[in-house]
């Protein structure tokens, strides 16, 4: 067995620490493209730093995003709950963490998701879906178009 310390160790040398910004962790390894994606990461000029498939005590692998000199907006931030929620943030400023946050699945969502009803609108023109969450554990969704259910084993990604 690995002392937490020298596992610590192990994480912080695989993805270094940073100065300022946000560190994004406990991610399900499989979803750290789409928590990219999501959050728009593809198209900023900051420096990112990330890795995936490392060993964690609670997912089993994870994956972890850092991000130099950005402090999300929670609404921004609470975007990935749907893919990774229990992804953890914390907030980095001179070297410490001073704040962890933890994600929270909203209580509207605009795009990410399908619509589950192959007859609605969404799914047949240019429109961006937008849900009432009508339950968050397990999840459930309320279309605005088509006022049909989407519930977690549904849920698709758009
Ligand atoms: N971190 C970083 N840069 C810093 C400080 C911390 O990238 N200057 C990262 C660490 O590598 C870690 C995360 O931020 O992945 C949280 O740091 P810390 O709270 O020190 O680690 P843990 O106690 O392991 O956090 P937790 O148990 O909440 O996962
Ligand atoms: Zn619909």
Redesign the pocket.
Known sequence: MESKDNE?KK??LKVS??NEGT?I??IPAKSLFKVINILGLDKIENQITFGTNLDSKKLGTKA?I?VSDIFFEDREINKIALIAPNA?L?I?KD???VE?KIVEIPDKINGIVKCFNPKCITNHEKITTCFNVINKTPISLKCKYCEKITTAEQIRMS
Do not use: S, T
């Open positions: 610590k994480l912080k620490a940073i560190v962790d406990h972890i850092k953890q914390n980095i070297y410490e963490v962890k």
